[in-house]
């Protein structure tokens, strides 16, 4: 069965780092747009970060621009999301997901999150004192 499997999640301190992971089964993620979504309790699910399959060319929300790095390693079959200079805010649970198409949709919006075809369960992250 196709599965997506996050892992990296734990808790560090305000300005520390953390890389969190998203390994393809039965699946090569190498074909797919990749997405990275974080949520928190009584919010919607934000889309922060997407790799495109054609060209690896990536797509950053706001929030996290300049802080985080979306990365593929086709030898692992995996999607990296390196988080640097982590904040309270950024604490959530955070997901990964594909649609199927080669291209990211830049504005990583609710529409687009709408159209993924496959979910992680999540890894959470805490950052706290």
């Known amino acids: 069965q196709v599965q997506l499997v996050e892992s990296g999640g734990g808790s560090v301190q305000p300005g520390g780092s953390l890389t969190l992971s998203c390994k393809a089964e039965h699946f090569t993620l190498r074909y797919w747009a990749t997405g990275w979504f974080r949520q928190t309790p009584g919010k919607e699910r934000e889309g922060i970060s997407c790799i495109n399959s054609r060209d690896d060319s990536t797509f950053y929300a706001d929030p996290v621009k300049g802080r985080f790095t979306i990365i593929r390693d086709n030898a692992n079959n995996s999607v990296y999301l390196q988080m640097d200079r982590l904040k309270p805010e950024d604490t959530a649970d955070y997901f990964c997901?594909?649609?199927?198409?080669?291209?990211?949709?830049?504005?990583?919006?609710?529409?687009?999150?709408?159209?993924?075809?496959?979910w992680g369960k999540g890894t959470p992250v805490t950052v706290s004192p």
């Open positions: 997901a594909i649609d199927q198409t080669e291209v990211c949709q830049p504005k990583l919006d609710a529409t687009w999150r709408a159209g993924m075809t496959y």
